[in-house]
């Protein structure tokens, strides 16, 4: 009993992330409408406001496993942009967009610390070795559900910054679909580079260094 308690959540970090993320949703919802939900990092955002109150080793696992690589990337670039004035991805452009309010901006600074956060809930809760196949079913229904019912690119003029290509499913940019090959070629390729290049080896990683929870853990 005492080893379970020592690796609880401190009431004070679930109460300010869940404040946070009170003001992230509406201010999202707004700007960059509901679509916008459906990414992957703001996936793991809210998913993680809940794993934090009922102490899930199984969620926060699933959401380190959905983003550390591509919020790793995003720290780097924003920090090459900051430091060397350069972009390594491009992913991190809109933070230096003078058109996006700064409290937007600043609020999407949680790409740049949700990882981090993520790796210390996963050193009090531990690594659930489920979450790479339960995480790999949600991407790819994510992933359909982007393509599927989501807006395609470009933006409408009348609303400039509302969310489209979700998750990438129509090309890299967001302006114009990918022409390199057919749209649903594209969409299998995502759903192989996110679990084979992304998921895969984030979860080896994440196994060899966090001791699985104990059975009451789950």
Known sequence: MTTVTNRRIPTWVKVAYTAFVAIVVPSY????????FLYFCDIALLVTAVAIWIE????VSMQAVAI???????VVDFLCRLVAGVHIT????????????LF?????????????????LLSRLRYDRRAFGRQSVVAIVV?????????APPPSASNPNWAVNINYVYGIDDNHAQTLM???LWVLGLMAVTLIGFYLPTHFVLRRFFAAPSSSGR
């Open 143 to 151: 992933l359909l559900i982007s393509y599927i019912f989501a807006p």
């Open 182 to 184: 057919a749209p649903w």
């Open 90 to 101: 491009g992913v991190t452009r809109y933070m230096f967009d003078s058109n996006i309010s």
């Open 104 to 120: 937007l901006r600043a609020l999407s600074l949680f790409h740049g610390w949700l990882p981090f956060f993520l790796l210390w």
């Open 56 to 59: 899930s080793p199984l969620l």
């Open 29 to 36: 919802w707004v700007t960059y409408s509901p679509w916008n």
């Open 68 to 74: 550390m690589v591509p919020q790793m990337l995003w």
